[in-house]
């Protein structure tokens, strides 16, 4: 497994910083180029490899345009096939889900998954419906990127220490030299992202090189809730990324402000422009309105929450051989229009780091992660089954009366859907009500139940809250 390592420039000079802007411009370009002619459906369902991309080019001189060297072009085109394939994939398992609601014949569902994947979905109506529902044309945006290979590039460590990587510039046998500020040498195919002023150095290494990688898991099974305060409760009990509740709220204070300020320095500008105050529009516009120091700060907060998140999961896989967890990736893939709202764009995307800890550190140090159907687990009393109320962190069961932690009787639930017989993955969120329902209609005629199982008293006398006590 391939983890993602970042290296910086330090104190890359302004003229370097120019010209490789100016030959990932070009790129952008090249981008643009391959997701216009092979980014919609019909592009991707013709299953061009990116060596016949640019063979054809080749051919008919598309790549003479954008004047940059043919390995940088070459690299781009495979970069940009590969995200154009990246969104097919993200589309097919949509269309998987759809199957799975359409049929519960097992022949049915497999003739058409395997229609799927071998990309002969055309000829089916339902397939050909779906995929041009969850297909959505994509449009380049990347413009500040530069793949190199991995023998296009070499590193030297100078006189005083420091590690320089030397890049492909525009002209033939003139490389850029970019100070690093780190003495490891990136290796493998490269990806610059250049932001503020900086160049990220992005390669992948292989996971069982990291330190993480060889601790070992635990030998527990453990279900975990994801939370916004903290990044996930387990079923024990036990918080674990406490500090995210705060880092998120910070973060989402801070926006909120800074784009009212810019709003109205905006409004100040474009109001100078009309009377024809332009020198004043643009000294707002470069002084106060610039993206360099936004970026960097989003940069840092980026990496503080995915830190916090991250070793969350390590605390949890500490303990445990199984991970049972709701599949964080599903509702997340921006099937609603998240708009402007901060709070929610936050939301989403920190539910999509957690996914993506899970996954990654399950896969590093071998527990297994199971995925289940999280519907109701937060309404849902885990000790007699019985449909409650949430309010606030409280669950309040209107069966038993029991006062839980909601996130710790969420997690719990979580757990036990792993073993059960009812409520598969995909099972319908209305389905799932349905049998909820039926088992505390099948419990009330069963009148009085006395839950005394040594699990669930153990757990009560462990998380009851003050509520709880009282009661
Ligand atoms: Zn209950």
Redesign the pocket.
Known sequence: MKVTRIAYSARLNPGKYAALLEQARRLGRVRSEVWQRYGSIGGVGSGLRDRQVRDRWLADGTHVRFGVLANAWKETVRDAMADIGANLASAKVEVRRAIIRRTGDPGERKRMFTALKADQWADDPFLARQMRKQWKRGKNRTHDQIVVRADQHNTVVDGRGLLWLAVPGLQRRQMVKIPLSTTVAPTGTLRLILRGGRVEVHYQIDASQLRSSQRPCGDATVGVDKGYTEALTDSDGQRHGVRLGRLLTTESDRLKERNRRRARLRSIANNAARRGDHAKAQRITVNNLGTFKRDRQAARHRARVRAEIFTAVHRVVDKAATVVAEDLTTSFAGRKRLGRNVNRRLAAWTKGVTAEALTNVSERRGSALVHVNAAYTSQT?H????L?RRSGDRFH?T????VWQADVNAAINILQRAGDPDIALHTPHRAVRQILQDRTDRHRTRLPVQDSSPATTERRANHPNRSAMSN
């Open positions: 009393c000790r007699c089954a019985g409650g069961c069966w038993c009366g029991v």
